[in-house]
């Protein structure tokens, strides 16, 4: 089945230690998208890739970065992870264009703890 | 800018009860709008759709009217089970090429045996 695939399911960082999450498609989209989601909030949105054009929000903070190599994967770099950057991360992939209806697919999220 | 507001919860019934949750959005011009239900643990999983006025998006017994004069797209499923005991996203989506979501801020819900 095409589906959003990330790895690790649950990941434990030490304060400030670098830590890469990685999310990959088998769906052929050319959107691909990373939100964080803190317990009982909705997902924020931190930035999306348009086929290899990186689009950031405004308020998503320096310490978060990302990488999309190739059509089928992206990474979510946290360079130096706070307390408060613990949440989970979900990726989700569409395909772009005027189809309003163009949904977005969800993977099932990494949960990052920091220590 | 574009908004969407859902009532809050935690909302609580008894199973074969009839569920409402509550969306109205804000948004120029003519946005698609999703229901999503995360269960505990996993990501999100699109429930619904509608992508025009009047559309009526169904699946698994849930249905939405895209309502445009009250600019509102509520959830309803005429009898809950347990099983449905999860967290419900409203969202939009504009007329972006790159399908940007705007979510509500979910409305939790527990069904009780």
Redesign the interface.
Known sequence: DAM?I?NPRYQVTQFGKPVTLSCSQTLNHN?MYWYQQKS????K?LF?Y?DKDF?NEADTPDNFQSRRPNTSFCFLDIRSPGLGDAAMY?C?T????????????????T?LTVL | GNSVTQMEGPVTLSEEAFLTINCTYTATGYPSLFWYVQYPGEGLQLLLKATKADDKGSNKGFEATYRKETTSFHLEKGSVQVSDSAVYFCALRGSSNTGKLIFGQGTTLQVKP
Request: hydrophobic letters at 30%; charged letters at 15%; a positive charge.
């Open positions: 959003v990330q959107v009982s909030q909705a997902p949105l999306h348009y689009n979900l989700a569409s395909r772009s264009g005027r189809s309003l209806g163009n949904e977005q697919f969800f993977g099932p999220g949960r």
